[in-house]
């Protein structure tokens, strides 16, 4: 439904007229009484845009958001709102945040314009097609997730106050999992393949709902604050063929070293 939606939208196949209209900062906007809000020029969206007063009368009625060919970048807590479920980006744009994004509790779909030479989506997720990187799940996602077996890296913030996730199934291509990858994240359980070799700093940090986690013995870096403040996690169990960590009291500790606590 959300797809044939956004088709009837972006084809212009509409019985629908705008409620309202505006520009802001050069930003031209549309908003449409489905829900839709369309936002076009040849500037970047800006930092907090949507929270500017103009947005006050429909802010909660906005939930789909098209952002139309021109625009190249998104800036940090631009789309800041708990209405919004899907956002469509466009062929031209090209650098990305997941911060732009930030508290979207209602965001479950990003989609991306087809021909786009930096982004790809697939299942409403965004990748890289410059490297073979998740760059975001949209934070209202629910349920596990399963990533595709064509990536190798996690970006930072990928996965970030994804509350709703239950668990993440990574695939033997992941080899690197960035800086606070997941952190604040609902996950209960967390899949690492055997081809892992990096754990970013805080990259499961405040995972309030991990319970256990297995480190294979490829790992050979685990980052500061890794698992810190993941209070119901009551295991961490790093395989006996892993070279450079052993588990000591729920806590992975570099052979002839020792790490910080995984809670404090």
Same mark, same amino acid.
């Given at each position: 439904?959300?797809?044939?939606? =956004?088709?009837?939208?972006?084809?212009?196949?509409?019985?629908?007229?705008?409620?309202?209209? !505006?520009?802001? !900062? !050069?930003?031209?906007?549309?908003?449409?009484?489905?829900?839709?809000?369309?936002?076009?020029?040849?500037?970047?969206?800006?930092?907090?845009? =949507?929270?500017?007063?103009?947005?006050?009368?429909?802010?909660?009625?906005?939930?789909?958001?098209?952002?139309?060919?021109?625009?190249?970048?998104?800036?940090?807590?631009? /789309?800041?709102? @708990?209405?919004?479920?899907? &956002?469509?980006?466009?062929?031209?744009?090209?650098? /990305?945040?997941?911060?732009?994004?930030?508290?979207?509790?209602? =965001?479950?779909? #990003? @989609?991306?314009?087809?021909?786009?030479?930096?982004?790809?989506?697939?299942?409403?997720?965004?990748?890289? %097609?410059?490297?073979?990187?998740?760059?975001?799940? $949209?934070?209202?996602?629910?349920?596990?997730?399963?990533?595709?077996?064509?990536?190798?890296?996690?970006?930072?913030?990928?996965?970030? %106050?994804?509350?709703?996730?239950?668990? &993440?199934?990574? $695939?033997?291509?992941?080899?690197?999992? @960035?800086?606070?990858?997941?952190?604040?994240? !609902?996950? &209960?359980?967390?899949?690492?393949?055997?081809?892992?070799?990096?754990?970013?700093?805080?990259?499961?940090?405040?995972?309030?709902?991990?319970?256990?986690? @297995? #480190?294979?013995?490829?790992?050979?870096?685990?980052?500061?604050?890794?698992?810190?403040?993941?209070? *119901?996690?009551?295991?961490?169990?790093?395989?006996?063929? *892993?070279?450079?960590?052993?588990? #000591?009291?729920?806590?992975?500790?570099?052979?002839?070293?020792?790490?910080?606590?995984? %809670? %404090?």
């Amino acid at each position: 439904m959300i797809t044939l939606l =956004l088709l009837l939208h972006l084809t212009s196949v509409r019985n629908v007229s705008a409620q309202s209209s !505006g520009n802001v !900062g !050069g930003i031209s906007w549309e908003f449409y009484g489905d829900g839709f809000l369309t936002i076009g020029g040849t500037t970047d969206i800006f930092m907090n845009f =949507l929270d500017n007063s103009n947005f006050d009368h429909i802010r909660n009625q906005i939930h789909h958001v098209v952002v139309e060919q021109g625009v190249t970048s998104i800036g940090t807590f631009a /789309f800041q709102s @708990n209405f919004i479920e899907t &956002i469509t980006l466009p062929v031209t744009f090209s650098t /990305f945040s997941a911060q732009s994004f930030e508290n979207c509790t209602a =965001l479950h779909s #990003i @989609n991306v314009v087809a021909g786009n030479p930096f982004f790809y989506s697939d299942d409403g997720v965004i990748f890289s %097609k410059l490297n073979a990187m998740l760059v975001m799940c $949209p934070p209202g996602r629910t349920g596990a997730y399963y990533v595709p077996d064509t990536v190798e890296t996690i970006e930072r913030y990928a996965f970030r %106050k994804c509350s709703k996730l239950t668990s &993440i199934i990574l $695939p033997p291509s992941v080899k690197i999992i @960035n800086d606070d990858a997941f952190q604040n994240s !609902g996950i &209960i359980t967390v899949t690492l393949p055997a081809s892992l070799s990096s754990i970013g700093n805080g990259a499961f940090t405040m995972c309030s709902k991990l319970t256990t986690v @297995n #480190i294979p013995a490829s790992v050979s870096f685990i980052g500061d604050a890794a698992f810190r403040f993941c209070d *119901n996690l009551t295991s961490i169990s790093v395989d006996t063929g *892993n070279p450079v960590y052993s588990s #000591i009291d729920r806590t992975p500790v570099r052979r002839n070293a020792v790490l910080p606590s995984i %809670k %404090k």
